[in-house]
C-alpha cells in the first residue's frame, strides 16, 4: 500500500515535470510532456508512475495494479468512504471531486489537478477555499 507522503511526492514531481492535459492520459511520454487527465492521475501514481520515460505509455505503472481498477471518475467517488461536502476538515491526500472531475489535496488549501481548466491544459496546484471553490493563480 503506497503512503501518504509518497503519493504527495508523486503528485509534486508530476507538477514540477512538463505535463499535458490529454485525456485517458496516465503517464504518457510523448519525448517532451507528461500526458495525464484529471482521474488518470492518482491511478497511474498508485499504479507506479516513476516518470521512466524508456516506458512511453505509462512511465513506470503497471495499468490496473496495486489494488486500483481502472474506475472512471464518477466511480471513483463511489468507492471512496466518509464522503463530505465539509471543506474545512481536509486530510492530506484526500480526493476532491465534483462532477467530471477530481483533484488531490495537498495541504495548506492546495489542490493538485490535471486540468484543461483556467486554459491550463497541463498538471497545476490550484487552492480549493472552505466552500469547495477552486482558484488558479497563473
Known amino acids: 500500500m503506497m503512503k501518504v507522503k509518497t503519493f504527495i511526492d508523486k503528485l509534486n514531481q508530476a507538477l514540477e515535470l512538463p505535463s499535458r492535459y490529454e485525456s485517458g492520459g496516465w ?3 510523448d519525448g517532451h510532456t507528461w ?26 505503472a503497471k495499468y490496473a ?42 495541504g495548506n488549501n492546495q489542490v493538485i489537478e490535471a486540468t484543461a481548466g483556467w486554459n491550463t491544459w497541463k498538471v497545476i496546484q490550484s487552492q480549493v477555499d472552505s466552500k469547495g471553490n477552486r482558484t488558479y493563480n497563473l
Request: hydrophobic share 35%; charged share 20%.
Open 27 to 29: 503517464g504518457k511520454w
Open 65 to 106: 495494479s496495486n489494488g486500483l481498477g481502472d474506475i472512471g471518475t464518477e466511480s471513483m467517488i463511489d468507492a471512496c468512504y466518509d464522503v463530505s461536502d465539509d471543506f474545512r476538515y481536509l486530510d492530506v491526500g484526500e480526493l476532491l471531486w465534483m462532477n467530471g472531475h477530481v483533484g488531490y489535496y495537498i
Open 35 to 60: 500526458g495525464w487527465d484529471c482521474n488518470n492521475l492518482g491511478k497511474g501514481i498508485i499504479w507506479g508512475w516513476n516518470a521512466d520515460t524508456n516506458i512511453p505509455r505509462g512511465g513506470g
